[in-house]
């Protein structure tokens, strides 16, 4: 073993000999610990276009190389890469023999991202979604600082939401279409399974689906690519959980032509990084594959990942104030437990079944996916009784401050005191309240759940033809359906015996026809079906020369939605009950692009896109929880993109510059929230269409390997993500409050134009700028540490206060005689987030002990303990000049802009054991 190892050190220094005609290099890739071959291992012979991948037994071959001083790169995802110089000189071809690759355990490192975007700050509700999920497979630098580093403020890559990518296990897309995006945590807490996978960014050609603007990202899971052997890691963290086991057993191919692969974990806090945010999550994961021959195999795979976590809330600056960035109203003690009001549950279980083909010149993949479960957000409900929030607005200091009789000080002194008394839920208290005698067993105060159970279906299958030497045909389709059925039911009555299912505010019935007295366990309040399907198919050409390559593709696709009521609501007789119209959409795509190499160390590339595609099903229907309404006039989104990059590799620097440019148009958002606005006051439901977004902005990386130990990093991305014009808005009065003559027939109130053309989009950071530097020891040792600076975060616009009732009293229905433009434009100035650093370090370890391998990994974020807001929204709820100024007048709004708040120093420690 000795020997071989000193061959790999010696690599560096050996002369390779070739003849004046051309000549070959050739060589074996293995695995250093299992002594398995490596396929698909990136080789390139750097300042040449020579690249390519080993083949399924580990060998690479080079030819045609003129005589030349070259470095030979060999790279592969979870392995160290392999940098050496080559001197082809005027002698024979020349076989270097066999390369080890060794385990990268900084590829640890994907967990730090994997728990962020399995917490619920990657949910619809909390805006804070996070889009790097999908950069997990790269080894481009910006990227990887990107995921791992930017992500911790909740930076987007160019500014897009995670919808924008497309995740795919083993090529079978898993985007939702509730929300476009991927469920992470259907797949959470299997890293050792998830950890092979293949990127194609932005609009690069993809083998499998057409992708989105963000790209696309394959999640190889294949019981006969799994390293064999088995494996065990524990982890520590204070993060989103505090402890976590794994292990792993992969048989690798047998002689018989099966390959398992099994794989289980738990994860668990009673309380993470945020008060009351308790952790429970275990992940199973079983694969086992048939190879008929060489060309043909059969895999089938199960995933069971259930989840149980405590969420936290947004907080305005009051609050932050008095409590600090750790605060979470959400929970508060019971029987000297934490309990929090606000569980989210998962139990979304995943079948997959696989037919894999490769030959030579044909590859085919097909597969058909079976997802069903419940994903439910927990919820505490209250009727014609108090708030039981702890930081509802008339609780808080603030409501007096601000009190239209005048400040009283002496009234906001005790709303502090009480405050700091009982910061939490006092269940306690509901439990008294519902235990009343005068009310006859009848609860004020509920939990509830809004469950949605859905059952997808999705059938895959794409196929790579090569043409000759030089031209790649690509074409794929596939079909989705989806089922979700969409109701509250009651978990706790909270000491009562019964719940009486009416509207609060109306006294309406929520089911006509159902029973009007609910128990625990019953469905109430609402219950509704929605049936979507998808069909898309793509085909792409894709030609290589020597100096270029190129590539053309094409998308067709259908979506359909339909919503189906089971309740009728006595609030919305006529189209509460039954199936609504279909709606229907077909789309189409199209992009371009290709590569030119200037000289073998000079890359230039550009891309471009238009694609027309579907609204989001969450986006389509005003109101699917009480009818069956849609949006007036929803149309189809088109995206128009494009991106430039110029790529430089010399021996040891790597440095890539890019541009882009992004255009969203006639996009369509739907929010629900209490407004006091210039046409009255209400629970409305506000539809906002015709919106037009622009993403425009540059980024670049620079990688320098200054010696083999020591390599320099740095990345930048500057952007101006804003609304390119104004949209139009109407909103929809749940109970009263109604200006009859303004409502449009449809039952809209239409409030005309908002002017938020030039605000900007609430993306997090617009700029983010890092230096890295990391030193890796030939005793298998490595630290780094990354300084990052995020700049640019704007909080998100109340979009109803730019419209024209904003200017009007609703008392008298006159415009206000202050509102003047410059007075609104002072309360209407977007608020920008302050600009932060952050500075990370991370760390490990190997060790090779008689076959047993041992990897340790260390890694500190924020090491200074930085008080930062990533993100933040305006509330709604003072829709008038009146209601806002009056509110912000003395400096402690009670309607204030809700924040985010960075983690302050944490820790993520993992000890893996690999047999």
Known sequence: MKQKLLLLFLLPYIHCGFGQTFSRVKGRILDYRTRVPLKDIHIRIEGTAHRQRSGTDGTFVFGGISP??????????????????????????????????EEDISGEMSETLAIITDNELADDESGADVASGILQATRDVYLQRAAFDFSQAFFKVRGY???????????????????????????????????SQELFFGLSPSPYH?????????????????????????????????????????????????????????????????????????????????????????QFLGIYAPNRRGSSAAITGEVFDMAGRKYNPYWGMQDGDIRNSRERKIEEPVALLSYFHESDNFRLSVGASWQSGTYGRGRLGYYNAPN???????????????????ANFENAALAREGFYENPQIDWGTLYRINTNPSEEGKSAYILYDDNSDETVLTFHASARIRLGESVIVDAGGTYKTSTSENYASISD????????????????????????????????????????????????????????NAFFAANLGYTGYQREGHFLNERFAANSSGKSDALK??????????????????????????????????????????????????????????????????????????????????????????????????????????????????????????????????????????YADNADIAINFDTAGREEDLINPDGFL????????????????????????????????????????????????????????????????????????????????????????????????SWLIDGTYIGLFVSVNNVFDTVYRTGGYEQSRNGNFGQLSSDMARGVPSFGPKYWYGFGRTYFINLAVSF
């Open 68 to 101: 030349g001083h070259f470095s030979l790169r060999i790279s592969a995802d979870g392995y160290l890469t392999r940098t050496f110089p080559v001197i082809v000189t005027e002698k024979e071809d020349v076989d270097i023999g066999d390369v080890f690759l």
């Open 210 to 298: 057409f992708g989105g603007v963000l790209g696309s990202t394959n999640i190889i899971m294949r019981a006969s690519e799994y390293r064999p052997g088995l494996r065990i890691s524990s982890s520590a963290s204070n993060r989103f959980y505090n402890g976590r086991l794994m292990a792993t057993y992969s048989s690798g191919m047998q002689e018989n032509g099966l390959a398992y692969t099994l794989s289980a974990s738990r994860r668990w806090a009673g309380e993470a990084y945020i008060d009351g945010t308790l952790y429970d999550a275990w992940s199973f994961f079983g694969a086992v594959e048939y190879r008929f021959n060489e060309r043909n195999s059969l």
């Open 585 to 722: 959409f077909s789309d189409y795509g199209v992009k371009a692009g290709g590569q030119y190499h200037i000289t073998g160390r000079h890359t230039l590339s550009i891309r471009g896109g238009y694609i027309s595609r579907a609204p989001l099903l969450q986006n389509s229907f005003v109101n699917p929880r009480e009818n069956n309404e849609s949006v007036k006039n929803i149309t189809s989104e088109t995206v128009i993109s494009g991106d430039i990059s110029y790529l430089l590799r010399l021996p040891g620097l790597t440095a890539k510059l890019s541009g882009y440019y992004t255009g969203f148009e006639d996009v369509t958002d739907v929010n629900f929230f209490y407004v006091d606005a210039g046409v009255g006051s209400d629970f409305v439901q506000e539809t906002v269409s015709g919106i037009q977004k622009r993403h425009i902005g540059g980024e670049f990386g620079i990688s320098y390997q200054v010696s083999p130990e020591v390599k320099l990093t740095a990345v930048g991305a500057y952007g101006k993500f804003t």
């Open 388 to 406: 039981p929030d702890p930081v509802y607005y008339r609780y808080l200091p603030g409501f007096y401050i601000n009190s239209p009789s005048g």
């Open 750 to 845: 239409d409030l005309g134009e908002a002017s938020i053309k030039d605000y900007k989009l609430a993306t997090g950071p617009q700029q983010a700028y890092s230096f890295g530097i990391e030193y890796r020891d030939p005793d298998y040792w490595w630290v780094g540490m990354t300084a990052n600076y995020l700049a640019e975060n704007y909080v998100d616009i109340a979009k109803i206060t730019r419209t024209d009732s904003f200017f009007v009293n609703p008392e008298t229905g006159a415009h206000f005689p202050g509102a003047t433009d410059e007075a609104a434009s002072a309360l209407l100035k977007q608020e920008k987030l302050d600009d932060f650093y952050l500075l990370n370090l991370t760390g490990g370890k």
């Open 493 to 548: 009555l909270l000491g009562g015996d019964f719940h009486e299912d009416k509207d609060p505010f109306t006294d309406t019935e929520n089911d006509v026809n159902g029973e009007i007295l609910k128990y625990k366990g019953d469905t109430f309040n609402y219950d509704y079906s929605i049936y979507a399907k998808q069909a898309q198919g793509f085909v792409q050409l894709q030609a290589e020369r020597k100096k270029w």
């Open 161 to 195: 939401d995670s919808r924008e990518g497309i995740v795919m296990l083993n090529g079978v897309p898993m985007n939702r279409m509730f929300n476009g995006r991927p469920q992470w945590n259907n797949w959470g807490g299997l890293n050792d399974v998830t950890r």
